[in-house]
């Protein structure tokens, strides 16, 4: 949701950012590479009892790859780019995950239903995204929702830092997810007819 309605809020500091790095001579693909390198660290440093530096690498890498699809679209967009993109984007979801995991035990449960609720998540709208013939901004078809990247982090950022309610933020993440899952079918059964 925050993705879709509020972007257009950040996008100029997006746009900065990307033609500076541009300008430094670095690519999309290799901003996208930077972005999960950054990203993927932030489950170890939940699991070294380390959050602020787990919320701060987090959010770096997801800012980072937002810039990384300004700058793909200001140079030449690949289909590679967007594979990678779409596959180290749940690698760093996964390490967060894996980082509560392995710290609180006890929250295993709900964490494994949260990655449940990601996999058919991501399956609907990747699977909408090939099949519908409606383009946008980005290199396939976007189905907005409740859940989209930014309110992921904003629900792994308090799963991190009030770890003492980690089961139940889980599980309000589990349900956002499902609410998502469910407008994104209702959409594709209108626009897939």
Known sequence: MLDTHARKHVQPTVEKTADFLLKMGFSADGITKIAFAIGVSSGLFIYLDQPLIAILVLWLSGYLDVVDGTMARKTKPSSWGTLLDIS??????????????????????????????????????????????????????????????????????????????????????????????????????????
């Open 88 to 193: 180290f984007d749940r690698v760093v979801e996964i390490s967060v995950i894996l980082g509560l995991a392995f710290r609180f035990p006890d929250s295993m449960w709900a964490l494994l239903l949260l990655s449940v609720s990601i996999i058919i998540g991501m399956t609907v709208f990747l699977t909408v995204g090939a099949l519908s013939e409606k383009q946008g901004t980005k290199s396939f078809y976007y189905q907005a929702g409740l859940a989209e990247r930014t309110e992921g982090f904003i629900l792994f950022t308090l799963m991190i830092v009030f770890s003492t309610y980690l089961t139940a933020i889980t599980l309000i993440f589990v349900a956002v997810q499902l609410i998502t899952i469910a407008q994104r079918m209702a959409e594709a059964k209108r626009i897939l007819k």
